[in-house]
């Protein structure tokens, strides 16, 4: 059973930066996207940035020039460098990737991290 796990939450002053992190754990061939997502209380959850398996990026427009999403293929991670943290980035911040493959034809969709709690104060 392939899982994903955040590590690098916390909490951090306006301005600042953290760096979160996702690893994909288990019996894994390859991933195809991975994304950082975000849920605010009262709020729906949003797609934060995205990185294909060739390197594409995606951001929404509230954290372009501020976040940088990487990935390491072969260590089966993605990070999300967050610099000039705002109060409204405070959220929970979940990993996603939308297929693992665990063969070559065998794979599991739309996988989930337990979620890392980014606050910033102002």
């Known amino acids: 059973q392939v899982q994903l796990g955040e590590s690098g939450g916390g909490l951090v002053q306006a301005g600042g930066s953290l760096r979160l992190s996702c690893a994909a754990s288990?019996?894994?061939?390859?991933?195809?996207?991975m994304g950082w997502y975000r849920q605010a209380p009262g709020k729906q959850r949003e797609l934060v940035a995205m990185i294909t398996s060739s390197g594409t990026t995606t951001y929404v427009d509230s954290v372009k020039g501020r976040f940088t999403i990487s990935r390491d293929n072969a260590k089966n991670m993605v990070h999300l460098q967050m610099n000039s943290l705002k109060p409204e980035d405070t959220a929970v911040y979940y990993c996603?990737?939308?297929?693992?493959?665990?063969?070559?034809?065998?794979?599991?969709?739309?996988?989930w991290g337990q979620g890392t709690q980014v606050t910033v104060s102002s």
């Open positions: 996603n990737a939308d297929r693992i493959y665990v063969s070559r034809y065998v794979f599991t969709t739309d996988v």
């Open positions: 288990g019996r894994i061939f390859s991933i195809n996207d």
